[in-house]
Antibody, heavy 119, light 115 residues
Framework: QVQLLESGPGLVKPSETLSLTCAVSGYSISSGYNWGWIRQPPGKGLEWIGTFVHRGSTNYNPSLKSRVTISVDMSENQFSLRLTSVSAADTAVYYC????????????WGQGALVTVSS | DLVLTQSPDSLAVSLGERATINCKSSQSVLYASNNNNYLAWYQQKPGQPPKLLIYRAFTRASGVPDRFSGSGSGTDFTLTISSLQAEDVAVYYCQQYALTPPRTTFGQGTRLEIK
């Protein structure tokens, strides 16, 4: 059974870069599937950040595209998120997730990592 | 812009009764190339990540009880819980996919409580 675990700093200063990693166990990400990041500000709804497509491309939320990079490390079986020039509006629980094969829904999620942007 | 609107924002239903949540898209999510509606439903309980219930409008995810069902096509979709159980109290989200450019959005959520 696939498991995902987010890790990274819980506190980031304004204007700096948020970096998170999602470690995948129970499945080799080099074998297929697409993988994504979603975030949820405290008490609010879900926002898609971006998806890494197994063929090697990435798709990003247009509202975040200029600040977001998703990358994959097949050797470590993990993928990462970088969000630059953060502000308080980027404070959220960040989830990594697996995409249903042939679809765009997410069938396996990490528990989430709370990242607070504050000086 | 790609917008999903859920209704109602909150809902209170008696145990054993039917609960219905609606989701309306600003553009069709039906893709003629494969006749699939790219619309999904999730359940989120406090302190937990979302759980996939339904994808492609009506396909139940693995392990989801059959009291959960999805229906609809094009721009209008419905999640139905046929007989509400106490453990169904949660916030429910719909999600859609658009092809050009590839992107996905979520509805604002519907809070379901026991009456």
């Amino acid at each position: 059974q696939v498991q995902l675990l987010e890790s990274g700093p819980g506190l980031v200063k304004p204007s700096e870069t948020l970096s998170l990693t999602c470690a995948v166990s129970g499945y080799s990400i080099s074998s297929g599937y697409n993988w994504g990041w979603i975030r949820q500000p405290p008490g609010k709804g879900l926002e898609w950040i971006g998806t890494f497509v197994h063929r090697g491309s990435t798709n990003y939320n247009p509202s975040l595209k200029s600040r977001v990079t998703i990358s994959v490390d097949m050797s470590e079986n993990q993928f990462s998120l970088r969000l630059t020039s953060v502000s308080a509006a980027d404070t959220a629980v960040y989830y990594c997730a697996r995409v249903v094969y042939g679809d765009w829904s997410f069938d396996a999620w990490g528990q989430g990592a709370l990242v607070t942007v504050s000086s | 812009d790609l917008v999903l609107t859920q209704s109602p924002d909150s809902l209170a239903v008696s145990l054993g009764e039917r609960a219905t949540i609606n989701c309306k898209s600003s553009q069709s999510v039906l893709y003629a190339s494969n006749n699939n509606n790219y619309l999904a439903w999730y359940q989120q309980k406090p302190g937990q990540p979302p759980k996939l219930l339904i994808y492609r409008a009506f396909t139940r995810a693995s392990g989801v009880p059959d009291r959960f069902s999805g229906s609809g096509s094009g721009t209008d979709f419905t999640l139905t819980i046929s007989s509400l159980q106490a453990e169904d109290v949660a916030v429910y989200y719909c999600q859609q996919y658009a092809l050009t450019p590839p992107r996905t959005t979520f509805g604002q959520g519907t809070r379901l409580e026991i009456k």
